[in-house]
């Protein structure tokens, strides 16, 4: 079965922390993505990555960046988290052309 | 947690032709959502229903919570419809969990 994983389940970060959401895969797909989850709001896409070394902004890149040195991992990261990012993160990964394996979901509170 | 299936896994139309494409789960949820997977991978959000009925365009979906289930409708269906559709239900702690996706493709 084809995995991703996330860092971690449940986040607590202070305004102004560094935060780094984590996401693995173990099938040796192009394409990962990074996503936020709000009420009312629905998925919304911050980043993704074709490639090693690849990336591109989604629609709500603001506030964040990514890293993908390795083909499997794909890194988050909140320079200075604020409270508007507390939310719910969803990491993807999709082979071309697409299927749809995601992460659990990293549940983040910034206090 | 909960389960989340969807049916049929593949579906293969012609154009113009309709579908349904169900979504069963097996605990009381929050919310629901209905997703398009485009051919680049990106997640499309469709509907966020966890009850009723809505439309948009060419689509509507019904979700009937008391017996856990939703359909997603494709009307006259067109080229640009082909790709993997992902129903999703959030449950406690409002986390998503999605279903294994249905692979559409609409043929000319």
């Known amino acids: 079965d084809v995995k991703v994983t996330q860092s971690s389940r449940y986040l607590v970060k202070r305004t102004g922390e560094k935060v780094f959401l984590e996401c693995v895969q173990d099938m040796d797909h192009e394409n990962m993505f990074w996503y936020r989850q709000d009420p009312g709001l629905g998925l919304r896409l911050i980043y993704f990555s074709y490639d090693v070394k690849m990336k591109e902004k989604g629609d709500i890149p603001e506030g964040y960046s990514v890293s993908r040195e390795k083909k499997e991992r794909f890194s988050l990261i909140l320079e200075s988290a604020s409270t508007n990012q507390t939310s719910m993160y969803l990491c993807a990964s999709s082979p071309t052309p697409p299927g749809g394996f995601f992460g659990p979901g990293t549940r983040l509170t910034v206090l | 947690g909960i389960q989340v299936e969807q049916s049929p896994p593949d579906l293969i139309l012609q154009e113009g032709a309709n579908s349904t494409l169900r979504c069963n789960f097996s605990?009381?949820?929050?919310?629901l959502q209905w997703f398009h997977q485009n051919p680049w991978g990106q997640l499309i959000n469709l509907f966020y229903?966890?009850?009723g009925t809505k439309q948009n365009g060419r689509l509507s979906a019904t979700t009937v919570a008391t017996e856990r289930y939703s359909l997603l409708y494709i009307s006259s269906s067109q080229t640009t419809d082909s790709g993997v559709y992902f129903c999703a239900v959030e449950g406690a702690g409002n986390m998503l969990t999605f279903g294994g996706g249905t692979r559409l493709m609409v043929k000319p």
């Open positions: 229903i966890p009850s």
């Open positions: 605990d009381s949820v929050n919310n």
